[in-house]
């Protein structure tokens, strides 16, 4: 089992700043990749940014590319998301994610309300 603790998150106005961390725990030998995912009202869970520690590969929708960073420290058991340049349709709960052996583990979500 991989237990997620998120930290960051908040509100924030058009073109403002958040941080987003995430650090894992627990059976954490075999992470392949973190991420973010965020859910807005209404709307399906989509994945933000995403980062593979088997070859560092980093991915981000489109959406966000050029405004978001994700990164990876060096004990690779936590990710943090910069986000910058924030809109409004930016705003929803974001959820940590973790991959080990196939399995997806999931944080329990914090909000990102960026009011216009």
């Known amino acids: 089992q991989v237990q997620l603790r998120e930290s960051g998150g908040g509100l924030v106005q058009t073109g403002g700043s958040l941080r987003l961390s995430c650090a894992a725990s627990?059976?954490?030998?075999?992470?392949?990749?973190m991420g973010w995912y965020r859910q807005a009202p209404g709307k399906e869970r989509e994945l933000v940014a995403r980062?593979?520690?088997?070859?560092?590969?980093?991915y981000y929708t489109d959406s966000v590319k050029g405004r978001f960073t994700i990164s990876g420290d060096n004990s690779k058991t936590t990710v943090t998301l910069q986000m910058n340049s924030l809109k409004p349709e930016d705003t929803g709960v974001y959820y940590c994610?973790?991959?080990?052996?196939?399995?997806?583990?999931w944080g329990q979500g914090t909000q990102v309300t960026v009011s216009s």
């Open positions: 994610n973790a991959e080990s052996d196939y399995v997806l583990y």
């Open positions: 627990g059976s954490i030998a075999r992470l392949s990749s």
């Open positions: 980062i593979s520690y088997d070859d560092g590969i980093t």
